[in-house]
């Protein structure tokens, strides 16, 4: 097995490692069909993945380690977290992974993460598909947003009801205006 389909579609992802060349990189592009993609959309909870293509190579680090170079770029479209209108963007990412034979798990229960978080554990097969997935999901807006939109002009209530307001929200705003009213009553 050189080369597997990933169940996600869009051509070689799986690469096994003791078919692949020592001497010279191995290439790859995965662009996922349109099912695939509403797949990997679903897995995200985001609305969509309009487009995506990863590309990049696998290089012989020594004599057993591999590294992972590529190119992540996607569109993709995810709910405004003010509007829930839909917001598309178009990412572009570096990815960088380091597969290493000699990679031992931390085995404490709580464990100081170094800043290196690109190294993992050498398999008998890398899965491009996966990193790629992986690359996505790290690179997603955390808080899209429409354009214009801002919380400050955003009220919500079931229908029928008088929406809370911050002032409502402010038990001792009306006491201090108790105060003063009854400050000036006194002069």
């Known amino acids: 097995m050189t080369q597997a389909e990933h169940p996600k579609g869009g051509g070689p992802q799986r690469f096994a490692v003791a078919d692949l060349s020592q001497k010279k990189p191995t290439r790859f ?108 999901a790290l690179a997603l807006p955390l808080y899209p947003r429409a354009d214009g939109a801002t919380m400050e002009n955003q009220v919500f209530t079931e229908p029928g009801k008088a929406p809370m307001r911050d002032e409502d929200a402010r038990p001792f705003a009306g006491l201090s205006a108790l105060r003063d009213s009854l400050k000036k009553g006194e002069n």
Request: hydrophobic share 40%; proline share 6%.
């Open 29 to 136: 592009v995965i662009e996922p069909s349109a099912e695939a993609r509403t797949a990997l959309a679903q897995e995200l909870g985001i609305s969509g993945v309009k487009k995506l293509r990863f590309e990049g190579k696998l290089t012989p680090r020594g004599k057993r380690d591999w590294i992972l170079e590529g190119h992540l770029g996607a569109t993709v479209v995810q709910p405004c977290v003010v509007t829930l209108d839909p917001v598309t963007t178009r990412l572009e990412e570096p990815v960088h992974r380091h597969f290493s034979a000699d990679y031992a798990a931390p085995e404490e229960e709580e464990v100081e993460l170094s800043e290196d978080d690109s190294t993992e554990p050498l398999s008998e097969v890398i899965d491009a598909g996966i990193v790629m997935a992986e690359a996505l």
